[in-house]
């Protein structure tokens, strides 16, 4: 066993205080089963990215960055561009993240956060193409975690769909369009075409309670956990239930529930503070 | 997607003035953030120019596997790695040869700096993400790595501070930017710990007179006594709120 | 003989502190005649001698340390244990049950699981094996029910206060059982779930405050005055 797992093993105390809290309704960190931690987000903080944003979920951070560039469409999409989304968990974030070929976490944390973007059509692929089979503008999207202090999840999704709200894309002239050659115009840009905000919920297992946005400590002893992602017209748009244990019927219809019911105001916080909050580079003075 | 033309480049202009702004002896603007963190033990945020490094430690804590601790003194390693939006083109996420050439010579620039005997059999990790390049990103990441460790609270003979000098035509400068980094003539990245006056980093691309080397590299020290006091400054600043918290009367007397 | 701080400054590493004969407590080193912190810290001088007392750091097990240690892997005959220092503890069945057992009659682990809480002394340290524990004797041993709440290990010496006045007074007023180990884990345990509520902020703001004179005595205040509607019987 890593130095590192041996550590994060919740003592005895822990847990029975924990279990009783629960038992009254109450978290350790004095949150009701059903509270976000305080969400800030600082958009636009990468100059050298055409678009950017760090997220704070409580304590945990993170920073997600979208790259644009020219690509050849798929064969079977020849009028859509495209988007992939990666995710880096650099030891930075925590000391049991390691170095080495991505880990199986880091690949699933991508692929949620990639398929509710994708299930909810967030991005307009048709406003991507340039030249149909030709070129379309690639959107390459890369979520870094920066401190772990739980829920990686929800926290890398408000990131992905703040640095997508910040990004602008050049303008692409067509050169040549029988030999399909462009020139990309660096300094006249457009918004990124979004058409939805998806926003991802994630729940865990501890006991029979299931709680909202867990901190790490209550992901040290969850026996699992549920994401669910809403879009603008209330439907769910992805789902991931992760980890060893089980959920019951019920316990996913509750979930659920508090997801589509929580949705709107994550949504109008996310929105507001990309209005209001200090962004570009000075931003990182309100880190 | 961007291409300079190299012959209408011009580095420094008639009035000796560089692309940015600057003169040939002028840092970038400076910014440093200490303890930004909360999962790390240290943690240190460094911008020069439009360079960012974001510096974590951790440790000293039990080696793993066993067999690699050494019995007298802790291990040092270190990590450097570059976000894939840090560049124009984007960086694949794999680390490139690059990468792991400048995790070692950037450990082995902080190595000397710090009391490994005091923790044997442990290992002190570091690691550095580069937020966004803009030439001289290891030296930003030495100055970030430095104060991380000094935040962690580990024994140090001192900070270890960093700068890059070069050679543009017949002129040094100091702390090249990203086009002179790509354009310029010579490359002299320089870390050193001010305290003892120990060079710990010395790497060079491009030529230099022998004459010219020894200005570059009387350069690049001025610099690192420059950056090395904003270091103690933002370091102390840090530490004087923590101060105010713990400091008592019974403090000392009691501590026996 | 000149010094180049005033007492009570913050040094940071590499900071010259002094040139000449001092005594180097802790927290410094000589180069040639200079005297260079190596840490982040306080600085004192008392007579000829130097100390930095740092800021922040690993906690580093002494001989004679009490530590509240938490189980986290177990042998036939030991257990390894964490007390937040760079190193796992090592507690010998017989230095738990104060007598040798025979690992293949008894199974150790029935007495001290994975994640169990312990209350130990710090017997050995050397350089070059784990520090060992002992966890029998008076007051020592396994911790049941109650909380820990974590400080810098550097403060516990606020908390105890002058002559453990501070732990003292804290014990006398609210009638818990509390242990503080010099790891920076301090334990509380009273039937009142709400006292032990209070105890934790309380011990959260004594790590908090700066330097007020009579601490003790404005603590004492605070904690009275919380109780005043609780339980009658304080005064």
Partial sequence: ?287 | ?256 | MSIYFKNMDVVVPGDVIAEGDFKIIEGAFREHKKIIASIIGILYFKKNTIRVVPLKGPYMPKRGDHVIGKIVDCSTVSWSVDIRAPYLGRLDATDYFGKPIDPSREDIRKTLKIGDIIFAKVAVVDRFTNPQLVAHGPALGKLIKGKIVEVEPLRIPRILGKNRSMIKMLREVTKAEIKVGNNGRIWIRSPDPEIEKLLIKVIKKIERESHVPGLTERIRKTLLNELKDRLGEFK
């Avoid at chain 1, 070929?101 to 690949?107: D, G, H, N």
């Avoid at chain 1, 529930?257 to 996310?270: D, F, G, H, S, T």
């Avoid at chain 2, 970030?144 to 050679?167: E, Q, Y």
Wanted: net charge neutral.
């Fill in chain 1, 1 to 287: 066993m890593l130095p590192e797992i041996k550590r994060s093993i919740l003592s005895s105390l822990e847990k029975s205080t924990m279990y009783s809290l629960l038992k009254d309704g109450k978290r350790i960190d004095g949150r009701n089963f059903y509270d976000i931690r305080s969400i800030k987000i600082l958009p636009s903080i990468i100059e050298k990215a055409e678009g950017s944003a760090l997220v704070y979920l409580g304590n945990t951070k993170v920073l997600a960055g979208v790259k644009v560039s020219l690509a050849r469409p798929f064969e079977d999409m020849p009028n859509q561009g495209l988007f992939v989304t990666g995710a880096e968990l650099t030891p930075v974030a925590s000391p049991a993240f390691e170095l080495g070929p991505p880990s199986y976490f880091s690949i699933e944390l991508a692929r949620v956060v990639d398929r509710a973007i994708r299930s909810s059509e967030m991005i307009d692929l048709e406003k991507l193409v340039i030249i149909p089979g030709e070129i379309v503008w690639m959107i390459n999207i890369d979520i870094y975690p920066l401190d772990d202090d739980g829920n990686l999840i929800d926290a890398s999704m408000l990131a992905v769909i703040a640095a997508l709200m910040t990004t602008e894309i050049p303008k692409a002239e067509i050169t040549d369009l029988e030999k399909g050659k462009v020139n990309v115009i660096k300094d006249e840009k457009r918004p990124l075409p979004l058409v939805d905000l998806p926003i991802s919920f994630t729940f865990a297992k501890i006991g029979d309670y299931i709680l909202l946005d867990p901190s790490s400590t209550e992901e040290n002893i969850m026996q699992n956990r549920l994401t669910i992602a809403i879009n603008n017209k209330g439907e769910i748009c992805s789902i991931q239930k992760g980890e060893g244990g089980g959920f019951k019927f019920n316990e996913v219809i509750i979930a659920k529930n508090i997801a589509i019911e929580k949705v709107n105001e994550v949504r109008k916080l996310v929105v507001n503070q990309l209005a209001k909050n200090p962004r570009g580079p000075n931003a990182w003075e309100y880190i």
């Fill in chain 2, 1 to 256: 997607m961007k291409e300079i033309d190299e012959s209408k480049l011009i580095l420094i202009d008639s009035n000796g003035i560089r692309t940015d702004g600057r003169r040939w002896n002028e840092l970038r603007p400076l910014r440093i953030r200490v303890g930004i963190l909360d999962r790390a033990e240290g943690s240190a945020l460094v911008e020069m120019g439009k360079t960012k490094a974001l510096a974590t430690v951790y440790g000293p804590k039990e080696m793993f596997p066993k067999h690699m601790a050494n019995p007298d003194r802790a291990i040092l390693r270190a990590a450097y790695r570059m976000a894939t939006f840090s560049v124009e083109e984007r960086k694949k996420p794999q680390p490139s040869r690059r990468e792991l050439e400048l995790s070692k010579v950037i450990k082995e620039a902080l190595e000397p700096a710090i009391m490994l005997h005091y923790y044997p059999r442990t290992v002190i990790e570091v690691y550095i993400l580069i937020l966004q390049a803009d030439g001289g990103t290891r030296t930003a990441a030495i100055n970030a790595a430095s104060l991380a460790l000094a935040d962690a609270g580990i024994p140090m003979k001192g900070l270890v501070t960093a700068v890059a000098a070069g050679r543009v035509g017949d002129q040094v400068v100091l702390d090249l930017n990203d086009v002179e980094d790509k354009y310029g003539d010579a490359d002299l990245p320089v870390a050193m710990i001010p305290a003892t006056g120990e060079i710990t980093l010395l790497q060079m691309d491009g030529t230099m007179s022998s004459d010219m080397f020894e200005r570059a590299l009387k350069l690049a020290i001025e610099g690192i006594n420059i950056i090395y006091e904003r270091q103690r400054d933002a370091l102390k600043r840090r530490f004087l709120e923590l101060k105010e918290k713990i400091l008592g009367g019974e403090f000392y007397a009691s501590r026996d």
